[in-house]
């Protein structure tokens, strides 16, 4: 079962979680980092760089983003690797060469899933995968439906999904049809999973992932499979999970050697 932690704020979750990382990276420089995009992660990002200002040295981690646009120019203003470079790269020291985002070039994408694939394998994988949960359900771009054994392909995005991403760009038919994601079989590969959510809008994709079935319908039931998961949602999210007392008995309990 994921162990759940209930925070007061999305700050105070991305204090918490980017103070492991900070912990993982000093006891491994050449840590490497799952990274995802959209509001949700910003309060780790903040928070990791409150540790770069404060002497910790991340240019030797690897990060590895989850999706992108397929279409966009990667200089476009919302393409992830223009997002990654301006809430990641650029505010935690990273080295360019080795932050990873999939290739949407529409040129190339008939193969990009497959490059992507061989990079992650050539490089031994992600130690710590940030996953955000959209109000469907869906991690990375996988939507409902998506198989719980995929690995990085092309994927067309929902109108929920693109409405829900209109709001970075100037009007909703500028938000892409398609994208390139890292599957759920390739998400669950990560050695540790830390999926965040914030705001009532997310409860119900949260209870769903955390106690509903494993079910493509909800894909991000999927941490259900994997051994090491770490939820971590402010009150609002977690309004809809009956085993709220379980978890904060638990939390409260953890021995301080295990971490998150």
């Not at 949700?40 to 910790?56: F, I, M, Q, S």
């Not at 008939?110 to 994988?125: F, M, P, V």
């Not at 590969?189 to 106690?211: I, M, N, Q």
């Not at 009150?235 to 007392?245: P, Y």
Request: hydrophobic share 40%.
């Amino acid at each position: 079962m994921a162990e759940v932690v209930i925070v007061e704020s999305p700050e105070a979750g991305g204090v918490l979680v980017a103070g492991h990382i900070a912990t993982q990276v000093r006891a491994d420089p050449e840590f490497t980092l799952g990274v995802a995009t959209g509001s949700t992660p910003l309060p780790v990002y903040a928070a990791l760089e409150r540790e770069r200002a404060a002497g910790l040295d991340f240019s030797a981690v690897t990060a590895f983003a989850l999706d992108e646009y397929v279409g966009l120019p990667r200089d476009h203003p919302e393409s992830y690797h223009s997002v990654i470079r301006r809430e990641v790269t650029e505010p935690l020291g990273l080295d360019p060469a080795r932050v990873h985002v999939p290739d949407g070039d529409e040129a190339t994408i008939a193969t990009a899933g497959e490059r992507y694939e061989a990079a992650l394998a050539a490089h031994g994988g992600v130690d710590l995968q940030l996953l955000g949960i959209g109000t469907d359900g869906h991690v990375g771009f996988n939507e409902p439906g998506s198989s719980l054994a995929s690995s990085t392909r092309v994927k067309t995005l929902t109108a929920r999904t693109r409405a829900d991403n209109a709001r970075f760009f100037e009007t909703a038919g500028q938000v892409p049809t398609h994208c390139i994601t890292q599957g759920i079989g390739t998400i669950l590969r990560a050695g540790h999973l830390v999926l965040l959510a914030f705001g009532a809008g997310k409860a119900t994709a949260v209870a769903g992932a955390v106690e509903g079935p494993v079910t493509a319908s909800v894909p991000g039931s999927c941490i259900q499979l994997h051994e090491h998961v770490t939820v971590v949602v402010d009150e609002l999210a977690a309004a809809r999970l009956e085993r709220t007392d379980s978890y904060r008995w638990v939390y409260t309990h953890k021995p301080i050697w295990q971490g998150l």
